[in-house]
């Protein structure tokens, strides 16, 4: 089974800190997404990568930032933590069968 | 732009009858794909069902269908024989079919099965 790593369940960081969200997968995938999800507002995309070093911009790209140097491993970076990123934040890989595999998702809390 | 819209917040259905969870969408795009995801109390997500756009047959899988009506642009998802374990959210998506492969999510109705 192919497994979607995020390395912390919980999270809490004060405003103004570096936060780094790691995510690692298992089955060599190209495509990985970073997701914040909200109450009442499903899943918002924040960034997606296709390659190594290569990243796109999502729906709601502001305040964060990515990096990918290895294809297993899709960081999400906040630069400088706000309360308004509290939420709960949820990696996902793509293989090339349209499968689409999510992990167990950090949930963080910036005071 | 791509769209997805699920308009039921909420949904209350009675253990052992079945239930549909409305998803319609919006794209320019002449090839998609179609997706439904559950996310119990735990927070994983979790694949339930894949529809292509130029799919001729519905998806099944198990207790779960998609109706699929490409001229009105709706995915609904319909679930026979509700189970107590049934109780989650649940999320309709749509992927683009270029490079990106993008996957977008409506947000979300929260099903609850009565015993």
């Known amino acids: 089974d192919v497994k979607v790593t995020q390395s912390s369940r919980y999270l809490v960081k004060r405003t103004g800190e570096k936060v780094f969200l790691e995510c690692v997968q298992d089955m060599d995938h190209e495509n990985m997404f970073w997701y914040r999800q909200d109450p009442g507002l499903g899943l918002r995309l924040i960034y997606f990568?296709?390659?190594?070093?290569?990243?796109e911009k999502g729906d709601i790209p502001e305040g964060y930032s990515v990096s990918r140097e290895k294809k297993e491993r899709f960081s999400l970076i906040l630069e400088s933590a706000s309360t308004n990123q509290t939420s709960m934040y949820l990696c996902a890989s793509r293989d090339r069968g349209s499968v689409y595999t999510f992990g167990s998702g950090t949930r963080l809390t910036v005071v | 732009a791509q769209k997805i819209t699920q308009t039921q917040p909420g949904m209350f259905v009675q253990e052992k009858e079945a239930v549909t969870l409305d998803c319609t969408y919006d794209?320019?795009?002449?090839?998609?794909?179609l997706f439904w995801y559950k996310q119990p109390s735990s927070g994983e997500m979790i694949f339930l069902i894949y529809?292509?756009?130029?799919?001729?047959q519905n998806a099944t899988e198990g207790r779960y269908s998609l109706n699929f009506q490409k001229a009105r642009k709706s995915a609904n998802l319909v679930i026979s024989a509700s189970q107590l374990g049934d109780s989650a959210m649940y999320f309709c998506?749509?992927?683009?079919?270029?490079?990106?492969?993008?996957?977008?999510f409506g947000s979300g109705t929260r099903l609850l099965v009565r015993p």
């Open positions: 990568s296709y390659d190594v070093k290569m990243k």
């Open positions: 794209t320019s795009d002449p090839s998609y794909g």
């Open positions: 998506a749509m992927s683009r079919m270029d490079s990106s492969y993008k996957l977008i």
């Open positions: 529809q292509g756009s130029y799919d001729q």
